[in-house]
């Protein structure tokens, strides 16, 4: 049961630009998410995250967009630079749960060119 | 470094044997994770421990697995009799268990270890 989708499995984006990460989810009980990054050979690695009860949420090149009533975030990242490269993946978690487990999405990997 | 470890970071094995995965996380949080990552897929949550107690391992893949926290401090996680399908990433991740002014709990951020690379043969 994958209550947390990413649809777009790559995209590639040129260096200056903005890239665009989607992520839906289908469990209403999610209020906090998380977005990770992951190079190769190596653990994800926190980036940003935002509360349900915010809808964006900035820190740096880095916004995380959250639309309660579609079940869905998008996390931008302005400019794009060729560090960027890495798989992003969103995950989603219910702070009623005693244990916090998150639930993640497939993955998207990016790639920045020149 | 003050992150969180795990060792190894890498393990070849043959079927049927036992193997052990070290991961200690970072030195405040009292919450310690288990995760599985397969190729194309996210981490999948395996269990959980809140200090030496572990409060959720449902999500255990069979009973060839089992983690221990015996100290609160570094865990364990073992699988017994190997099979070709545990090949996989195991991720560890730690958090603090938080609570704002009005004991409510909020949001908790997971740091992640490098991970232990298993291949079964």
């Known amino acids: 049961d994958q209550q947390v989708k990413q649809n777009s499995p790559s995209l590639s984006v040129q260096e200056g630009r903005i890239s665009i990460l989607n992520c839906d989810y289908t469990n209403s009980m999610f209020d906090y998410f998380l977005w990770y990054k992951k190079y190769p050979a190596e653990g994800p690695t926190f980036l940003i995250s935002?509360?349900?009860?915010?809808d964006k949420n900035e820190d740096g090149r880095f916004t995380v967009f959250l639309n309660k009533s579609a079940k869905h975030l998008s996390l931008h990242i302005v400019p794009s630079q060729p560090g960027d490269s890495a798989v992003y993946f969103c995950a989603a978690r219910r702070t009623t749960d005693s244990w916090g487990k998150l639930q993640f999405g497939a993955g998207t990997q990016v790639v920045v060119t020149p | 470094d003050t992150g969180v470890s795990q060792d190894p970071r890498h393990k070849i094995t043959k079927r049927g044997q036992n193997v052990t995965f070290r991961c200690d996380p970072i030195?405040?949080?009292?919450?310690l994770y288990w995760y599985r990552q397969t190729l194309g897929q996210g981490p999948e949550f395996l269990t959980y421990?809140?200090?030496?107690?572990?409060?959720?391992k449902s999500r255990l893949l069979s009973d060839r697995f089992s983690a221990e926290r015996p100290k609160g401090s570094f865990s364990t996680l073992e699988i017994q009799r190997t099979e070709q399908g545990d090949s996989a990433m195991y991720l560890c991740?730690?958090?603090?268990?938080?609570?704002?002014?009005?004991?409510?709990?909020?949001?908790?951020?997971?740091?992640f270890g490098p991970g232990t690379r298993l291949l079964v043969l």
């Open positions: 991740a730690s958090s603090l268990r938080n609570r704002d002014l009005n004991f409510r709990r909020v949001g908790e951020t997971q740091y």
């Open positions: 935002i509360s349900s009860i915010k």
């Open positions: 421990f809140q200090n030496e107690a572990q409060l959720e």
């Open positions: 030195s405040e949080h009292n919450r």
